[in-house]
């Protein structure tokens, strides 16, 4: 038996210790990914999984694959699609509205059927003689792997190709909207707010006089309560409005002591006023 060969049947006390290490913390992440109320902390999770995982390829000597796992999948997709979601803003109440029916039990059948597969390739996989990534890296890991990719795999690849690219414009045609009716102008709109009287002028603006600029804290008006037509609907419908009148109103009594303190305030009779030609007599 060769050295490359006895290298890739035995595993160093390293490389046991790296395995269960970052093992236990892909599995981890995958399963806080499932379990996680927030689709924000189910991405971070996946995330996390995603650069153990990139870990493990580049600990195995495929380092073009640890290298476009981090840029590719977990520098770009993932975070992409973290800031969807945050932009977006989707929470857990909404993964609880049901938009097509029987959904969930059709992903429920799918997943099982998925796992049968899965158990049942890895019970009948027999691997008897491991070469180790010596011949494989014989060239260079990104020689081989083109080599392989452009040779041997390169249907699987096409198709694969092909499959993403529908995939993108089938989610950009369904996500486009046909416009049914003219969109109204600016001067149309302004036209219409002076007919119906109400809300004339634009909207206010979320959070003024609240001590915060966010968009989901309404502004307060002068007397401290606060004005729902600062947030918007969307916020108010899915509960997401924070409320921080009582505070606000809390510190403008506080500063108002202050105020009153520092300048002394005091009730002062309209007859202690006097003109200047009087006062310079």
Request: glycine residues 8%; hydrophobic residues 45%.
């Amino acid at each position: 038996m060769s050295a490359q060969q006895l290298a890739a049947y035995t595993t160093s006390t390293g490389e046991a210790f790296q395995f269960w290490v970052l093992g236990t913390v892909a599995v981890i992440g995958a399963l806080c990914t499932v379990f996680m109320r927030r689709a924000v902390h189910s991405a971070l999770c996946l995330a996390g999984t995603m650069i153990v995982l990139a870990v493990f390829y580049l600990a195995n000597g495929a380092y073009f694959l640890g290298i476009v796992q981090i840029v590719v999948y977990t520098g770009a997709i993932m975070m992409l699609f973290l800031f969807v979601v945050m932009l977006v803003g989707v929470t857990a109440a909404d993964s609880l509205k049901e938009t097509i029916k029987g959904q969930r039990w059709l992903a429920l059948v799918c997943g099982l059927g998925f796992g049968v597969l899965l158990f049942a390739g890895i019970a009948n996989a027999s691997l008897k003689d491991f070469d180790g990534i010596g011949q494989a890296n014989a060239n260079g890991n990104v020689e081989g792997l083109a080599s392989l990719i452009f040779t041997k795999y390169v249907f699987a690849f096409e198709i694969t190709g092909a499959l993403l690219i529908t995939a993108a414009v089938g989610a950009m045609v369904l996500t486009h909207r046909e416009r049914t009716e003219r969109a109204e102008t600016q001067r149309e709109l302004s036209e219409r707010r002076v007919r119906e009287g109400v809300n004339v002028p634009p909207l206010p603006a979320p959070g003024v006089y609240a001590r915060h600029n966010a968009v989901d804290i309404a502004g307060l008006l002068p007397d401290g309560t606060p004005s729902e037509l600062t947030v918007s609907k969307t916020l108010r419908e899915r509960g997401q409005v924070r409320d921080v009148s009582t505070e606000a109103l809390n510190d403008l009594r506080a500063l108002e002591q202050r105020a009153q303190e520092r300048l002394e305030r005091t009730t002062i009779e309209p007859t202690t006023f006097k003109r200047p030609e009087e006062a310079s007599k």
